[in-house]
């Protein structure tokens, strides 16, 4: 059996997710990587990785390479696109598709002149809650969307480049926002969003404050028939990521999230009424529940990537283009323009 042969652009934390899924996809073999010169030689021996580079232009044009897998920061996607698509590779970009939505027409410009697959890597509408939604909304079991909320929050990202707006395009909006955001233009459909609101602000997050960047964000999106509220945080305070989707319908609703159980956080160490109600061996203080939420993460990267793998051999659209990608671009900027206008902004 011919494999698809894939490079990587970067080899950071995403690209380790990246990578376990590949190595449960029998049709593909990954043959290069390319990263800072710190980076690409450790990454590449972790994941027995044969080619290595440390110039994005060298990567492209190396021959035995199907597909380039995109998993740098924001600024350096347009060009790795661009680049990838003139070397007629395949293309994978990571989320955010690009810090704007000018710089991400561009990459989508870049891939259609030349014709090429390409696909945004928007791994949320894989969780098994998120297509079980879906299978919901176009069944009719809870009638007509109305109003859905996908709240997700954390204590903010490691990589120093998400603090500067420069390389990220912004704060949580850009880093989670564009993740509910995509979720809910595919739970509806893919039809196309009128206007937005936002408000943002820098409240909890220590380097957040510093640096000028959201650490807090609502967006409310206006469908044809349904509102769209997306919240997102980098100022939670406490471990993991937590997740929500609720949608009203007009006959019915539907509600759950990563964690579908009771869950308390407690500082509290001698709260018995706590381990009785949860049962947590050994735990006295912190999260009280039980099941691994990474366990839903990495099966959520597996089935993007067998389906965009499947979606490559059968010469098919994946359920994410770059097309896609520039569309939520285009409503974070409107987002980011209503936080300083105060005012609705059309999309």
């Given at each position: 059996m011919k494999k698809i042969k894939i490079g990587l652009a970067g080899g950071g934390t995403i690209h380790d997710f990246h990578m376990y899924a590949y190595n449960r996809i029998p049709e593909v073999e990954v043959v290069a990587v390319c990263a800072l010169p710190k980076d690409v030689k450790p990454f590449a021996e972790k994941w027995r990785i044969s080619k290595t580079f440390t110039e994005i232009e060298n990567l492209c044009k190396e021959p035995e390479i199907d597909v380039i897998d995109i998993g740098l920061p924001p600024f350096l996607h347009s060009k790795?696109?661009?680049?990838a698509a003139e070397e007629h590779k395949a293309v994978l970009c990571e989320k955010p598709l690009a810090r704007n939505a000018e710089e991400a027409g561009e990459m989508v410009s870049a891939v259609e002149k030349h014709g090429v697959f390409n696909a945004y890597l928007e791994n949320y509408s894989f969780f098994s809650w998120v297509e079980e939604?879906?299978?919901?909304?176009?069944?009719?079991?809870?009638?007509?969307?109305v109003w859905m909320r996908f709240y997700e929050g954390n204590s903010g990202p490691s990589s120093p480049w998400c603090f500067k707006p420069e390389l990220s395009g912004g704060g949580c909006l850009m880093d989670l926002g564009c993740h509910s955001i995509e979720a809910h233009r595919w739970l509806l459909g893919k039809k196309n969003p009128i206007q937005a609101f936002g408000w943002i602000d820098s409240l909890v997050n220590k380097q957040a404050?510093?640096?000028?960047?959201?650490d807090y964000c609502l967006a409310l999106v206006k469908y044809d028939e349904t509102m769209s509220q997306c919240e997102s945080s980098w100022g939670v305070i406490s471990p993991g990521n937590r997740v929500k989707l609720e949608i009203l319908g007009t006959e019915g609703t539907f509600s759950i999230g990563t964690c579908p159980r009771v869950e308390v956080f407690s500082t509290a160490s001698d709260a018995q009424i706590l381990k009785r109600l949860m049962d947590v061996p050994g735990v006295d203080k912190g999260w009280f529940f039980s099941g691994v939420v990474m366990a839903e993460y990495l099966q959520a990267m597996v089935s993007q990537m067998q389906h965009i793998?499947?979606?490559?051999?059968?010469?098919k659209a994946p359920r994410h283009e770059l097309k896609d990608g520039l569309i939520v671009n285009k409503i974070m900027d409107a987002?980011?323009?209503?936080?300083?206008s105060g005012k609705w902004e059309n999309i």
């Amino acid at each position: 059996m011919k494999k698809i042969k894939i490079g990587l652009a970067g080899g950071g934390t995403i690209h380790d997710f990246h990578m376990y899924a590949y190595n449960r996809i029998p049709e593909v073999e990954v043959v290069a990587v390319c990263a800072l010169p710190k980076d690409v030689k450790p990454f590449a021996e972790k994941w027995r990785i044969s080619k290595t580079f440390t110039e994005i232009e060298n990567l492209c044009k190396e021959p035995e390479i199907d597909v380039i897998d995109i998993g740098l920061p924001p600024f350096l996607h347009s060009k790795a696109v661009v680049l990838a698509a003139e070397e007629h590779k395949a293309v994978l970009c990571e989320k955010p598709l690009a810090r704007n939505a000018e710089e991400a027409g561009e990459m989508v410009s870049a891939v259609e002149k030349h014709g090429v697959f390409n696909a945004y890597l928007e791994n949320y509408s894989f969780f098994s809650w998120v297509e079980e939604a879906k299978r919901c909304l176009e069944n009719g079991a809870i009638g007509k969307p109305v109003w859905m909320r996908f709240y997700e929050g954390n204590s903010g990202p490691s990589s120093p480049w998400c603090f500067k707006p420069e390389l990220s395009g912004g704060g949580c909006l850009m880093d989670l926002g564009c993740h509910s955001i995509e979720a809910h233009r595919w739970l509806l459909g893919k039809k196309n969003p009128i206007q937005a609101f936002g408000w943002i602000d820098s409240l909890v997050n220590k380097q957040a404050i510093e640096t000028g960047v959201e650490d807090y964000c609502l967006a409310l999106v206006k469908y044809d028939e349904t509102m769209s509220q997306c919240e997102s945080s980098w100022g939670v305070i406490s471990p993991g990521n937590r997740v929500k989707l609720e949608i009203l319908g007009t006959e019915g609703t539907f509600s759950i999230g990563t964690c579908p159980r009771v869950e308390v956080f407690s500082t509290a160490s001698d709260a018995q009424i706590l381990k009785r109600l949860m049962d947590v061996p050994g735990v006295d203080k912190g999260w009280f529940f039980s099941g691994v939420v990474m366990a839903e993460y990495l099966q959520a990267m597996v089935s993007q990537m067998q389906h965009i793998v499947a979606s490559y051999l059968q010469d098919k659209a994946p359920r994410h283009e770059l097309k896609d990608g520039l569309i939520v671009n285009k409503i974070m900027d409107a987002v980011y323009k209503s936080a300083e206008s105060g005012k609705w902004e059309n999309i």
